[in-house]
């Protein structure tokens, strides 16, 4: 595809705002999921840390 230039390529054929805006949510949207996937395991580990905790204090509350 030949553009003629950097400014007919950053314009996309008049359909810039589409093709740009696309990236943009895309990218929002990954960087998000990995906020949220880093957010969800530092919760994850923290739970498990005090449980590991509460069993080192109590090791029969844990059994059935």
């Known amino acids: 595809m030949n553009w003629g230039g ?15 805006g696309s990236y943009g ?11 949220v996937l ?3 395991r530092t919760r994850a580990l ?3 840390r005090r ?3 509460q069993m080192a204090r109590d090791p029969d509350e844990g059994t059935a």
């Open 6 to 20: 950097w400014s007919n390529f950053w314009a996309m054929g008049g359909y810039a705002g589409f093709v740009w």
């Open 25 to 35: 949510v895309t990218l929002i949207a990954l960087a998000l999921e990995v906020y």
């Open 46 to 48: 923290a739970a498990v």
């Open 38 to 40: 880093r957010r969800r």
């Open 51 to 53: 449980a590991g905790q």
